[in-house]
């Protein structure tokens, strides 16, 4: 079953409990910080199915129809139909949305590639898993994920001392039902406008935190649940001109606060397993197959950043000034090299377990740490580019609704053949991509998102083929021994070969 924008924003209307400061948001699809966010939303479930786009975005299997973010693939054209589907929700936001529907549920689906990871140890719920997957993709769900502790829980005697509750999400009570968690989780972007969220540990855990170690997919209006946003970026009279990314795409972050909130024992599917509870995300396929999606999505914004960098340049008539054309030329260039470390984790393709696919993990985390490493020289590149045109304009699009202003404002900062209004509405955009809370948020995301550099380079370690690598520098030097001439060089190379 697809679901339609009408029917997503109805089915957010759940009663979950949303604080912006010492408020509560009653509705979250009217709430000015929110509305505009539910109604991006909104348009692209309205985008995702649209008949003209079903065999780009759905499939079918046994007779049902399914988001193509939830196909287990088993072939090479499956990742490619998978890459389709991520392009298409990333093209629609531009990639600035890092929390779109595809998102988690490329975690899942990669979860369920190798369900029996959770047979091997004790406290994995193998069948609550495939239960789970089969209920999100059936009710074209969109989840979240929240899989890291609050900074405050890393001191945990510091609590233990004083005898205070750790901040750490923990299970404080179970019994056959379930378990009661208290505590919290960081960081569930996109959570005001999701269905449900995994709860998780993408970091490591010591052998001693069981309880801490629970891993489990709820619904976010989920009773003793709270939700705390970090302050909105999109407010109430802020004008779609002035902020045409913030208003359209700021897909909010919450803090989760457990407060005995009780969790069906089906909705569990790690507990009392500190090291399974991280493990699931990499011997499983749920690491490699979500974050192609993230490279998907950087893909996507890097080329809509080439395109304002090179219209910015125009629009100051600089554009043909050597200096600039060697700018743009390098950004160009990255533009591409990236997307093609995209397309080669499917053209590189690898087996993975039980008869499935994934992209190659190598080129993954290559991609990754390039975005993590580049981003914000991106930002800088493009911030030269500007100089300090966005300081020039009015505060706001609004003095062309006074006559006089209007008038002032069309004779003096019209500059050649680019009407005032045109200028201001690119500069208004770069500087939202570049300059504003939206975009300094952003900067954090991209380089924090996966976890620290030491963690993504780690990845990079692990996944480099140091045997092979070794072998041919080994080989090589196996052709000439000590002190040996160039002369004889061949002679000792054709003897070693026979």
């Given at each position: 079953m697809l679901?339609?924008?009408?029917?997503?924003?109805?089915?957010?209307r759940?009663?979950?409990v949303?604080?912006?400061?010492?408020e509560?948001v009653?509705?979250?699809?009217t709430h000015p910080a929110f509305?505009d966010?539910a109604?991006t939303?909104a348009?692209?479930?309205?985008?995702k199915?649209d008949?003209?786009?079903?065999?780009?975005?759905t499939f079918?299997?046994?007779?049902?129809c399914?988001?193509?973010?939830?196909?287990?693939?088993r072939?090479?054209?499956d990742?490619r139909r998978?890459?389709?589907?991520?392009r298409?929700?990333?093209d629609?936001?531009?990639?600035l949305m890092g929390?779109?529907?595809?998102a988690?549920a490329g975690?899942?689906?990669?979860?369920?590639?190798?369900?029996?990871?959770f047979?091997?140890?004790p406290?994995?719920?193998?069948?609550?898993?495939?239960?789970?997957?089969q209920?999100?993709?059936?009710?074209?769900?969109?989840?979240?994920?929240a899989?890291?502790?609050?900074?405050?829980?890393?001191?945990?005697d510091?609590?233990?001392?004083?005898?205070l509750p750790q901040p750490?999400l923990?299970?404080?009570?179970?019994?056959?039902?379930?378990v009661?968690?208290?505590?919290m989780?960081?960081?569930a972007?996109?959570?005001?406008?999701?269905?449900?969220?995994?709860i998780?540990?993408?970091?490591?855990?010591?052998p001693?935190?069981?309880k801490e170690?629970?891993?489990?997919?709820?619904p976010?209006?989920?009773a003793?649940?709270?939700?705390?946003?970090?302050?909105?970026?999109?407010?109430a009279?802020?004008?779609r001109?002035?902020r045409p990314?913030t208003?359209r795409?700021?897909?909010?972050?919450?803090?989760?606060?457990?407060?005995?909130?009780k969790?069906?024992?089906?909705?569990?599917?790690?507990?009392d397993n500190?090291?399974?509870?991280?493990?699931?995300?990499?011997?499983?396929?749920?690491?490699?197959i979500?974050?192609?999606?993230?490279?998907?999505?950087f893909?996507?914004k890097?080329?809509?950043?080439?395109?304002?960098?090179?219209?910015?340049?125009?629009f100051?008539?600089?554009?043909?000034?050597p200096?600039?054309?060697d700018?743009?030329?390098?950004?160009?260039a990255?533009?591409?090299?990236?997307?093609?470390m995209?397309d080669?984790q499917?053209?590189a393709?690898?087996?993975?377990d039980n008869?499935f696919?994934?992209?190659n993990?190598?080129y993954?985390y290559?991609?990754?740490?390039?975005?993590?490493?580049?981003?914000s020289?991106l930002?800088?590149?493009?911030?030269?580019?500007?100089?300090?045109?966005?300081?020039?304009?009015?505060?706001s699009?609004d003095?062309l609704e006074?006559?006089e202003?209007?008038?002032?404002?069309?004779t003096?900062?019209?500059?050649?053949?680019?009407?005032?209004?045109?200028?201001?509405?690119?500069f208004?955009?770069?500087?939202d991509?570049?300059?504003?809370?939206?975009?300094?948020?952003?900067?954090?995301?991209?380089?924090?998102f996966?976890?620290?550099?030491?963690?993504?380079r780690?990845?990079n370690?692990i996944?480099?083929p140091?045997d092979e690598l070794?072998?041919?520098?080994?080989g090589?030097?196996?052709?000439?021994?000590?002190?040996?001439?160039?002369?004889?060089?061949e002679?000792?190379?054709?003897?070693r070969?026979?």
């Amino acid at each position: 079953m697809l679901m339609t924008g009408k029917e997503y924003l109805q089915s957010i209307r759940d009663g979950r409990v949303i604080y912006v400061g010492k408020e509560r948001v009653k509705d979250q699809t009217t709430h000015p910080a929110f509305a505009d966010g539910a109604r991006t939303y909104a348009a692209l479930f309205d985008m995702k199915s649209d008949p003209a786009v079903r065999d780009l975005m759905t499939f079918e299997e046994d007779g049902e129809c399914y988001s193509m973010y939830y196909l287990q693939p088993r072939s090479q054209e499956d990742l490619r139909r998978r890459n389709r589907a991520h392009r298409k929700i990333a093209d629609f936001c531009f990639g600035l949305m890092g929390r779109t529907p595809d998102a988690f549920a490329g975690n899942l689906t990669g979860l369920s590639l190798k369900p029996e990871v959770f047979d091997s140890e004790p406290g994995g719920g193998r069948n609550n898993l495939l239960a789970i997957y089969q209920h999100v993709r059936r009710n074209d769900l969109f989840a979240t994920y929240a899989i890291v502790p609050p900074q405050g829980a890393r001191n945990k005697d510091y609590y233990l001392a004083k005898g205070l509750p750790q901040p750490a999400l923990r299970v404080t009570a179970e019994d056959d039902k379930g378990v009661t968690l208290n505590g919290m989780k960081m960081l569930a972007s996109g959570a005001a406008y999701a269905h449900e969220v995994l709860i998780g540990n993408v970091m490591p855990l010591a052998p001693d935190q069981l309880k801490e170690s629970v891993t489990c997919v709820i619904p976010l209006n989920l009773a003793g649940l709270t939700l705390w946003s970090r302050e909105p970026f999109n407010r109430a009279g802020m004008n779609r001109f002035d902020r045409p990314l913030t208003t359209r795409f700021d897909e909010s972050d919450c803090m989760l606060v457990f407060k005995d909130a009780k969790v069906p024992q089906e909705k569990v599917i790690v507990h009392d397993n500190p090291a399974l509870s991280r493990n699931i995300y990499i011997q499983t396929a749920a690491h490699v197959i979500s974050n192609h999606q993230s490279n998907v999505r950087f893909g996507s914004k890097l080329r809509f950043m080439l395109g304002v960098a090179s219209l910015i340049a125009r629009f100051t008539g600089a554009r043909d000034i050597p200096a600039v054309r060697d700018t743009l030329g390098r950004l160009a260039a990255m533009e591409a090299g990236y997307n093609a470390m995209i397309d080669g984790q499917i053209e590189a393709y690898q087996p993975f377990d039980n008869g499935f696919v994934i992209f190659n993990r190598r080129y993954l985390y290559a991609a990754i740490h390039w975005a993590m490493e580049n981003h914000s020289q991106l930002i800088g590149i493009m911030r030269e580019l500007m100089g300090g045109g966005q300081f020039q304009f009015p505060a706001s699009i609004d003095v062309l609704e006074d006559p006089e202003l209007r008038d002032l404002f069309e004779t003096f900062w019209t500059a050649g053949e680019f009407a005032a209004a045109d200028r201001m509405k690119l500069f208004k955009l770069a500087w939202d991509l570049i300059g504003s809370d939206h975009a300094s948020r952003a900067a954090s995301y991209e380089k924090f998102f996966v976890g620290p550099a030491f963690a993504v380079r780690n990845y990079n370690f692990i996944n480099a083929p140091w045997d092979e690598l070794h072998a041919a520098v080994e080989g090589f030097m196996d052709t000439y021994g000590t002190g040996e001439s160039a002369a004889n060089t061949e002679p000792m190379r054709q003897q070693r070969r026979s």
